[in-house]
């Protein structure tokens, strides 16, 4: 059984970074697909970045240029290095990882934005 368990929310004020990680532990697969998303009061799930096991990305609009995803193999991590954060961002952020024809999904992690 894959476990996700992440880390690296918190609160900030406009403007400032914050790091969050995912790390999977329990996979006898390899890893395709790894991402982030969030969920806003009142608000459905989102996608906010995705990236392949060979390194491809895509992200929301809205995060382009202040969000980048990235990937550790070795370690089974993914991360999402946000910057410029606004408090539109603020939101439960969630990992996602698809390991052989399985998907999984973490705990979520609270990003909370003041103005």
């Known amino acids: 059984q894959v476990q996700l368990v992440e880390s690296g929310g918190g609160l900030v004020q406009g403007g400032e970074s914050l790091r969050l990680s995912c790390a999977a532990s329990?996979?006898?697969?390899?890893?395709?697909?790894m991402g982030w998303y969030r969920q806003a009061p009142g608000k459905q799930r989102e996608l906010v970045a995705i990236i392949t096991s060979g390194g491809r990305t895509n992200y929301e609009d809205s995060v382009m240029g202040r969000f980048t995803i990235s990937r550790d193999n070795s370690k089974n991590t993914v991360y999402l290095q946000m910057n410029s954060l606004k408090p539109e961002d603020t939101a439960v952020y969630f990992c996602?990882?698809?390991?052989?024809?399985?998907?999984?999904w973490g705990q979520g992690t609270q990003v909370t934005v003041s103005s």
């Open positions: 996602r990882m698809v390991a052989g024809t399985k998907g999984y």
């Open positions: 329990g996979s006898d697969f390899s890893i395709n697909l």
